[in-house]
């Protein structure tokens, strides 16, 4: 019935959608993570999906549940190498790829398969390794055919950075956060900034996440 009353311009398209954050273990109990509600993916993911999208939706763990539907596909990930390795999967016989996870750029070296006692005088002290950028590996392997989109999530210089990461992982289009004293997490609003390859720079101030999700697509349909 929803279908029947939106657009249906992306029929027959396949979409790759990253949401969430990422777990990153140190024992078996214990993880490394931040507060992503996943809500900016979801958004994406059911506005493509009323859109006639065929969605693969690759998510962390967030609150919502989320169940798979015909045309909408869910992949529960909970570390960013798995997130990596069903993307790298879902990738090629893709034709947009948007990440909107909030992946561990770091992951703790994994101490033990048990619980760490609170014991040790000295603390804990834990290492971290580096984990796999995913949107820079796709992009890597991007065909002319595809079309990528990342975000930048930035406490200063967020035009320069957007920018540098919109080149340096070829993508499409970019969208710009502002991390200001108030978490950019969870929330329903956020301000944006959205810089396309062909020089696309256009402000949103203050747009419900749904509407973003709405407005990204009518982009990248145009591009
Ligand atoms: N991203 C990813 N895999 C990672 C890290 C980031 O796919 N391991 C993606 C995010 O989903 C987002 C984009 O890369 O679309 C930018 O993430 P961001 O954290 O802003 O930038 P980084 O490239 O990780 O650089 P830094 O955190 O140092 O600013
Ligand atoms: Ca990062």
New binding site residues.
Partial sequence: VLKSITPQDMTGKKVLI?AGPTREYYDLVRFWSNPSSGKTGLALGLAAWLRGADVFLICGPISEKIVSLPGLHIYPITT?KEM?EVALKLWKSMDIGV???????FRPEYIGDLKVKKGNKAGLTVKFAN??????TLGQSKRVDQKLV?????YENLRK?AKR?LEQ?NLDLIVGNQVNITSPFGREKNTVLVLDKEGREEEWPDLPKTEIAWRLWDILLSL
């Fill in positions: 990253t960013a990596q990440c909107a996870a909030a992946v561990c750029d984990n796999p950028d995913i949107l820079l990342g975000f930048a999530l930035e950075e990461k992982k």
